[in-house]
T-cell receptor, first 112, second 113 residues
């Protein structure tokens, strides 16, 4: 079945440092979504990428979708303590309607 | 609009018992998906319902079942509980048009003793 791998599993940074999490799918994706889950909370949708090579920005967050539509990344510039949480990617297969397959997430801890 | 609601929020059961969890999606959303979240395994897909029909099913044993009602509310049932079923069970509703982002509820924390 489809697998979505996410690395790293965990990262601890100092406030102001950059952070990147990477997502790789075993199959070509129709689209990929990113979610953030704060400690004790539930996942909240951040963005969806659809086009090959697509790059989208949300303030300090930059999302990329690979040319082959099998990988994606989320980069946070100058992290803040409010960025703490687990970031999940979720891919939808390129075969008509299918479910979202979530990666296991990257837990980000930011120290002030 | 009210968000996705899940009841109960917390539940403690013993091995061998069964449990029913409830999810009310955002008004107008007809698709409801269920996930099991554990620290080591992340979010694992259980099943998805759309217009009272199960549209997709994850790789879980038959002890896990669900249904959806005509008002789009959904329930999931776990029979013969095992210790390994302890997890956060998340429900998500989707509009099924446009971006198809999933709106998650707060989850039900199930502890099996």
């Amino acid at each position: 079945g489809q697998q979505v791998m996410q690395i790293p599993q965990y990262q601890h940074v100092q406030e102001g440092e950059d952070f990147t999490t990477y997502c790789n799918s075993s199959t070509t994706l129709s689209n990929i979504q990113w979610y953030k889950q704060r400690p004790g909370g539930h996942p909240v949708f951040l963005i969806q990428l659809v086009k090959s090579g697509e790059v989208k920005k949300q303030k300090r967050l930059t999302f990329q979708f690979g040319e082959a539509k099998k990988n994606s990344s989320l980069h946070i510039t100058a992290t803040q303590t409010t960025d703490v949480g687990t970031y999940f990617c979720a891919g939808r297969k390129f075969d008509g309607y299918s479910t979202l397959t979530f990666g296991k997430g990257t837990m980000l801890l930011v120290s002030p | 609009k009210a968000g996705v609601t899940q009841t109960p929020r917390y539940l403690i059961k013993t091995r061998g018992q069964q449990v029913t969890l409830s999810c009310s999606p955002i008004s107008g959303h007809r698709s409801v998906s269920w996930y099991q979240q554990t620290p080591g395994q992340g979010l694992q897909f259980l099943f998805e319902y759309f217009s009272e029909t199960q549209r997709n099913k994850g790789n879980f044993p038959g002890r896990f079942s669900g249904r959806q009602f005509s008002n789009s509310r959904s329930e999931m049932n776990v029979s013969t509980l095992e210790l390994g079923d302890s997890a956060l069970y998340l429900c998500a509703s989707t509009q099924t048009s446009g971006v198809n982002e999933q709106f998650f509820g707060p989850g039900t924390r199930l502890t099996v003793l």
